[in-house]
C-alpha cells in the first residue's frame, strides 16, 4: 500500500520562529489533507491541497503532486501552534478513506 | 451545530472484554469512518459506513465490527479485548464522496488492562 512519510518526526521551537514540514508520499493520490492534533487529541483540518498552494493567516502549504510531496509552512510560531501535525492523503476517487502519515510533533516555547 | 459527538470519552476495561463506542456524526453528514490511533502513532483506518452498510474496511480483524443507524449515528464495537487495543478512536464524518470536508470527533481513550 502507499507509504506517508513526515519529517521532521519532532520540532522545537521558540516563539516567532519559521518552520517547514514536510510530507512525502509513495503513489499519486487525489487527495491530500494537513491536519493538526492538539495535546486533547482533537483533530483539525488545516488543508485541502490536492495540489498548489493555498494560505490560511500564518499557515501556508504546497502540494507537488507530480513529485508526490506537500510542505506545511508555519511562520511566527505561537505556543497554540504546539500538537502534531499529520498528512493525509486519499487514494481512488472518493474512497473517504484517509491515510495518515507518521506525524511531525512540534512544540514551541516562549 | 454540536459538530461530531464521541461517547464515552475515556474508557476502562480488561483483556477479553467487549466494548461499544458511539459517535454522532456532523449535521448533514451521512458517512461515518472510525479510526484507532495508538500511542504515538497516525490513526488508522478502521471501516466506514454509509447508508447503514459497511463501504469499506481496513486491516482489522473481525472482532471489530460496526453499525449506522438511520439516523447515521454509529457504534464500533470490539469483542475479546486484547492489551494493544489500547488506543484514541477516533470517529470522522462527512458528506458522502467528500473526504476533503472530514470532521473529526473528540474521541474515545480506550485503555484496555
Known amino acids: 500500500g502507499i507509504q506517508v512519510e513526515q519529517s521532521p518526526p519532532d520540532l522545537i521551537l521558540q516563539e516567532g520562529a519559521n518552520s517547514t514540514l514536510r510530507c512525502n508520499f509513495s503513489d499519486s493520490v487525489n487527495n491530500l489533507q494537513w491536519f493538526h492534533q492538539n495535546p486533547w487529541g482533537q483533530l483539525i483540518n488545516l488543508f485541502y491541497?490536492?495540489?498548489g498552494t493555498k494560505q490560511n493567516g500564518r499557515l501556508s502549504a504546497t502540494t507537488v503532486a507530480t513529485e508526490r510531496y506537500s510542505l506545511l509552512y508555519i511562520s511566527s510560531s505561537q505556543t497554540t501552534d504546539s500538537g502534531v501535525y499529520f498528512c493525509a492523503v486519499e487514494q481512488g476517487y472518493n474512497t473517504d478513506k484517509l491515510i495518515f502519515g507518521t506525524g511531525t510533533r512540534l512544540q514551541v516555547f516562549p | 451545530d454540536a459538530g461530531v459527538t464521541q461517547s464515552p470519552t475515556h474508557l476502562i476495561k480488561t483483556r477479553g472484554q467487549q466494548v461499544t463506542l458511539r459517535c454522532s456524526p456532523k449535521?448533514?453528514?451521512?458517512?461515518v469512518s472510525w479510526y484507532q490511533q495508538a500511542l504515538g502513532q497516525g490513526p488508522q483506518f478502521i471501516f466506514q459506513?454509509?447508508?447503514?452498510?459497511?463501504?469499506q474496511r481496513g486491516n482489522f480483524p473481525d472482532r471489530f465490527s460496526g453499525h449506522q443507524f438511520p439516523n447515521y449515528s454509529s457504534e464500533l464495537n470490539v469483542n475479546a479485548l486484547l492489551l494493544g487495543d489500547s488506543a484514541l478512536y477516533l470517529c470522522?464524518?462527512?458528506?458522502?464522496?467528500?473526504?476533503?470536508?472530514?470532521?473529526f470527533g473528540p474521541g474515545t481513550r480506550l485503555l484496555v488492562l
Open positions: 470522522a464524518s462527512s458528506p458522502a464522496g467528500e473526504a476533503e470536508t472530514q470532521y
Open positions: 449535521s448533514g453528514h451521512d458517512t
Open positions: 491541497i490536492p495540489s
Open positions: 459506513y454509509y447508508e447503514e452498510e459497511e463501504r
